[in-house]
């Protein structure tokens, strides 16, 4: 006869399941962007000054340190840690929140067919409530990266553009980041989905440790990583050029993207991409390996899987 302590853990769903999604999210979006701020700060200068920033990341990063100091590395960590725990708690739990609905609504079998779009989907709509919360802090970030006398860190940074600018300077990147986090959210997922299931479909999820479980979370969340770099490149670029200053008087959000496309054009737009590619793939990497490692620790193992 079974005993208590054998019995089986009831799983978890709900608000009890979804809030876990949604702190593991949390955590893993925001260490891994808030230890590759110094990346960060090194591809938005090469973004946004690309004839200073001329010969590469390794070399941004010494022309940085050699006028500013090491410690301007680190500058907009403060933003970028509070904006991306925000933004992962309602991307990684929206994203297993809106997937069910879709399971839910479709039915299983034909949620599993139609699987690929049910990622897309899911994804695209989690990315839109995050970037909400998103945002503002990111509007914060590139100001400081970009102007490093504006302000001296997070608080004093949003106080000052709010004050001086209003609420809507915090929304003027709205567009690009939906342009750039949308597409970005939609490849991660679907990329790190379709090549999760391809390893598994040789070799079984359930036969596997733990460790090798991490190990494919890393090699998927790599290759997740470099194909949304690339996909959302053009408009990161755009946003960290909207952002760098206010607008004229009386110039519109949209005028201003135009005239930041006419300038840059199609070689402009991929400014960085190198530092980006080595920053997004290593932090989509342990993003999906922290994720899948705390969804454990938590307990948060009641979602339903669809892949083959």
Do not use: W
């Amino acid at each position: 006869m079974a005993t208590k302590a054998d019995a089986p853990k009831a799983q978890l769903t709900g608000f009890q399941l979804y809030s876990r999604f949604a702190l593991a999210g949390a955590v893993c979006c925001s260490v891994t962007h808030g230890a590759l701020t110094p990346v960060d700060v090194v591809k938005t200068r090469i973004q946004l000054d690309p004839v200073t920033y001329n010969n590469g990341m390794i070399g941004g990063f010494k022309k940085v340190i050699q006028a500013e100091g090491a410690g301007a590395l680190l500058t907009g960590v403060g933003p970028t840690f509070a904006g991306y725990f925000l933004q992962g708690a309602f991307k990684f739990g929206g994203y297993e929140f809106f997937k069910q609905q879709f399971i839910n609504n479709l039915g299983y079998d034909t949620a599993s067919k139609y699987r690929t779009g049910v990622y897309l989907a899911s994804a695209a709509a989690a990315e839109f409530i995050a970037d909400i919360a998103l945002c503002p802090l990111e509007a914060t970030r590139i100001r400081l990266v970009s102007q490093p006398t504006y302000a001296s860190g997070l608080v004093s940074g949003f106080g000052k553009m709010l004050t001086t600018e209003g609420i809507g300077a915090f929304y003027a990147g709205f567009g690009p980041i939906l342009f750039k986090q949308i597409p970005y959210t939609m490849t991660k997922f679907v990329v790190y989905e379709k090549v999760a299931e391809g390893i598994y479909s040789v070799f079984p999820k359930k036969d596997m440790s733990d460790g090798l479980q991490t190990v494919v979370n890393l090699g998927s969340g790599l290759t997740a990583g470099f194909a949304a770099a690339l996909v959302s490149q053009p408009a990161d670029t755009m946003l960290s050029k909207i952002n760098k200053t206010p607008g004229l008087p009386g110039e519109g959000t949209t005028s201003r993207l135009i005239k930041i496309a006419k300038e840059l054009g199609f070689k402009g737009s991929f400014s960085g991409v190198g530092a980006r590619l080595f920053m997004v793939g290593t932090l989509t990497a342990f993003q999906f390996a922290i994720y899948g490692d705390l969804k454990k620790a938590l307990g948060a193992v009641g979602g339903v899987e669809i892949g083959k």
